[in-house]
């Protein structure tokens, strides 16, 4: 299982992480949520539990509950510029389905 970071998303959490004492790097996941079903959340991470998953990029870690890595596996994490917002953004191979307005997605059963 992996995730990826670009090294645009790698620089926007150092920035992130330097500016919180005691972060450790990025926590990443889903939550259920909207009409499509789930959500994508975005933190620092403070710690690491023994049933997260950590991977590292760039010099990054990124740690997931292990509740979100099956509908996150294989997730690339970029962080652009749209306009005058500047926003991480997600391409994840699992997603079927997107609400909307853009705030929840959903994902192939048989995927997870």
């Known amino acids: ?8 998303a790698a620089a926007r959490v150092r920035q992130f992480v330097a500016a919180k004492d005691d ?7 889903v ?10 959340t975005v933190d620092v991470a403070m710690n690491a539990s023994d049933d997260d998953a950590v991977f590292e990029q760039h ?13 996150v596996d294989g997730t690339e ?9 500047r926003v991480f953004t997600f391409r994840n ?15 192939d059963r048989a995927a997870i």
């Open 23 to 29: 972060a450790i790097g990025l926590r990443f996941g």
């Open 1 to 8: 299982m992996t995730i990826s970071l670009t090294e645009a």
């Open 93 to 107: 191979p699992k997603v079927v389905g997107e609400c909307g307005c853009g705030e929840s997605f959903s994902v």
């Open 77 to 85: 994490i970029d962080f652009t510029r749209q306009g005058l917002n």
């Open 31 to 40: 939550r259920k949520n909207g009409c499509s079903g789930w959500a994508y």
């Open 59 to 71: 010099g990054v870690k990124v740690v997931i509950d292990s509740k979100s890595l099956a509908v």
